[in-house]
């Protein structure tokens, strides 16, 4: 059970006198021995759990997590993942960028509002933490008297994830060596949490009985309990490290209605195409045969685990059946992992709904366009845009930019193309695949209107690209369109769809393709874009826009201490 104490009630000025109340929990952040997938090992938990406790709050209330760093040796952060920030930018949880991480032994008080209904996610955003278990859901729901534009009886939130027996240190350690030590397919996909590992495939001293057990209950399948008759919102999200996973419920269709906190117009799928960062909610009927159970599945698309990592498996189970009753079927194959076609038609296809469109502005006033290639930089393995591999500074630019720290980070400004972008190979490995790592960044005039291309390569494998979810921290951005292909400057953005995008906060550029978004540069504060695959970002697949920094809020000292800010602390 999370500790949720409703502090205070107190009454917003707004127009309509809403109540707003302040949401408080007290986390304990440290290592435990788990075995999610059976296999023993070390996962992050908060208050002993992965994932953690949900977040539930309603639109407007104020969010206030105390956390306490007890991992003892490491350094912590985390990520409101969706929640813009609006007016907190330093409660953003991203380390390196609006603050010093929580030192090992420290609380760290975020405290932020939850402005707009939906399902969000948090997670560790500190070196490659989030892949150690640590993360949760946050559910906001809408101010009492508005209801959702579709009707269900009950709602319930999924989380998927990837797991990994080697640690996170292990991966780092690896990503970062000469020769490269690729993390490679997990082992198992969890299902909010479980998953099961075969433990037979394992060498002594791994196959001791005690470290990978089969029948240890943490790793028995996730069981969702549902009502014949009735109808649930589901709200699937994903925080893999690395995979790209489709999602599917045996003999139920599922009909897409939110996407990352916006209304989606629904539609009616078999397969939902998820990718790390993203949430949807989707809407089922109970209306099949009640006499059993039916599997719930999850595999691996975009990249070959066929030999690697089994499907995640869990149960809908028809009330009064057991939960325990296996269902009677073979649990139903996932579609193909290579074919790209169905992805691509599912992400062109979700469009806001009608009647909540936000319509974007029509034009842009500055286009970056980001080409993503895997690089060498002196031997090490790194991924970039547009030649340039982001590495964190020790000082967080938040704090180097609101106190004119001008020497803490490389203040030239990082080209809006790759000149010679025309003429770039991304049908093949580049010639000269050595780039540059740099911790400059982008700086954005306030309360523009920015279009960013994701131009999508080859990665130095012969005939291979791969799908990468790319995230914004502090907005939302309408998708404006997909292709594959180079894009093309001149036509390309003539098909934008401009009257009924979606806004989201996370979305993918599919293999050799372009994803084409559009935002405004309203939010005071310093973001992260970058890719949600847990290693590419560490790899340096990652940007920094600045917007307004000169109308942030005085800093607080908590987030100061690292690089240059050592004395700025208060004790
Ligand atoms: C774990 O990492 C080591 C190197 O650190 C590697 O040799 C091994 O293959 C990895 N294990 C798995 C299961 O990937
Ligand atoms: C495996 O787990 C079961 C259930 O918790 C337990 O009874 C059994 O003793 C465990 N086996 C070993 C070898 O630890
Ligand atoms: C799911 O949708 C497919 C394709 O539209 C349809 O053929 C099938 O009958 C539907 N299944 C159920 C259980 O509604
Ligand atoms: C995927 O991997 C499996 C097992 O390693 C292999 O047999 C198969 O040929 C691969 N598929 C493709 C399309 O490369
Ligand atoms: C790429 O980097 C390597 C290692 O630093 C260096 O030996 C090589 O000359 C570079 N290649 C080019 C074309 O600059
Ligand atoms: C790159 O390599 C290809 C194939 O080896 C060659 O045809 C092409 O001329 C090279 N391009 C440049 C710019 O060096
Ligand atoms: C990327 O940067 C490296 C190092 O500065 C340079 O040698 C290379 O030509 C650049 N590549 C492209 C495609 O601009
Ligand atoms: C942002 O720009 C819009 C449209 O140009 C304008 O209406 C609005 O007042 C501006 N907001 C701020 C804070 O400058
Ligand atoms: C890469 O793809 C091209 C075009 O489909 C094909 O001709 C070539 O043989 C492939 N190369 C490898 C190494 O698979
Ligand atoms: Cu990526």
Redesign the pocket.
């Known amino acids: 059970m999370s500790r949720l104490i409703t502090l205070s009630l107190c009454v917003l000025a707004t127009m309509a006198l809403a109540e707003a109340r302040v949401r408080h929990y007290k986390w304990d952040v440290k290592y435990e021995f788990k075995s999610p997938d059976c296999y023993e090992k070390l996962a992050i938990t908060v208050n002993g759990k992965t994932p953690g406790p949900a977040i539930l709050a309603q639109q407007g209330d104020t969010v206030v997590v105390e956390v306490t760093n007890n991992l003892g040796t490491e350094n912590l952060a985390i990520h409101w993942h969706g929640i813009r920030q609006i007016g907190s930018p330093w409660s953003d949880g991203t380390g390196g960028v609006t603050q010093c991480p929580i030192l090992p032994g420290d609380t760290f008080t975020y405290r932020f509002i939850v402005d707009r209904a939906g399902t969000y996610l948090y997670h560790a955003h500190y070196g490659m933490q989030r892949g150690a278990g640590l993360y949760g859901s946050i559910r906001v729901s809408l101010p009492d008297g508005m209801a959702e534009p579709f009707p269900y009886d009950y709602d319930k939130s999924i989380i998927l994830s990837d797991w ?3 640690s996170t240190y ?2 780092a ?2 990503l970062s060596s000469i020769p490269f ?1 690729w ?2 397919e997990p ?1 198992s996909l969890l299902i909010h949490g479980k998953g099961k590992f075969d433990c037979s495939k394992l060498a002594p001293p791994s196959s001791d009985p005690s470290a990978c057990n089969a029948t240890n209950p943490e790793c028995s399948p996730y069981v969702l309990t549902v009502v014949p008759g009735k109808k649930y919102r589901l709200r699937i999200s994903s925080t893999a490290t690395l995979s790209a996973l489709s999602f599917q419920i045996e003999g139920h269709n599922m009909t897409i209605v939110e996407a990352d906190g916006h209304y989606v117009e629904p539609i009616v799928v078999q397969n939902l195409f998820i990718y790390s960062g993203e949430t949807y909610s989707v809407l089922i009927k109970i209306d099949q045969e009640p006499s059993r159970n039916y599997w719930i599945t999850t595999n691996i698309v975009g990249r070959n685990a066929t030999a690697t990592t089994p499907p995640g498996l869990a149960v809908l189970n028809y009330y009064p059946n057991h939960p325990k009753r296996v269902p009677p079927t073979n649990p139903p194959a996932g579609p193909m992992w290579n074919d790209v076609a169905p992805r691509l038609a599912q992400s062109s296809a979700i469009k806001a709904r009608q009647g909540y469109i936000h319509t974007p502005p029509p034009k842009s006033d500055r286009v970056i366009v980001f080409l993503n290639t895997q690089n060498k930089i002196d031997g090490y393995y790194h991924w970039s845009l547009n030649n340039v591999s982001l590495s964190l500074p020790n000082t967080p630019y938040l704090i180097a930019l609101k106190e004119n720290l001008h020497h803490v980070f490389d203040q030239r400004p990082l080209p809006d193309q790759l000149p010679g972008f025309a003429d770039y190979p991304i049908y093949r490995v580049a010639n000269n695949t050595n780039a540059t790592s740099s911790n400059a960044i982008y700086r954005l005039k306030f309360n523009t209107t920015v279009d960013i291309i994701l131009q999508n390569a080859n990665s130095m494998i012969v005939n291979n690209s791969e799908t990468h979810p790319w995230h914004l921290h502090g907005h939302d951005f309408w998708v404006l369109g997909y292709g594959i292909g180079k894009f093309d400057p001149d036509n390309d953005p003539k098909k934008y769809n401009l009257a009924n995008p979606i806004k989201k906060n996370t979305v993918a550029v599919h293999p050799y393709g372009w994803t084409a978004l559009r935002f405004i540069a309203d939010n005071p504060g310093v973001w992260l874009f970058h890719c949600h695959v847990e290693s590419h970002f560490y790899m340096g697949m990652g940007a920094v826009f600045e917007e307004g920094v000169d109308k942030v809020g005085k800093l607080p000292s908590e987030i100061m201490g690292c690089g240059e800010t050592k004395g700025f602390k208060t004790p």
């Open positions: 990994y027996h080697n292990e991966q350690v690896g030590g993390v490679g082992q």
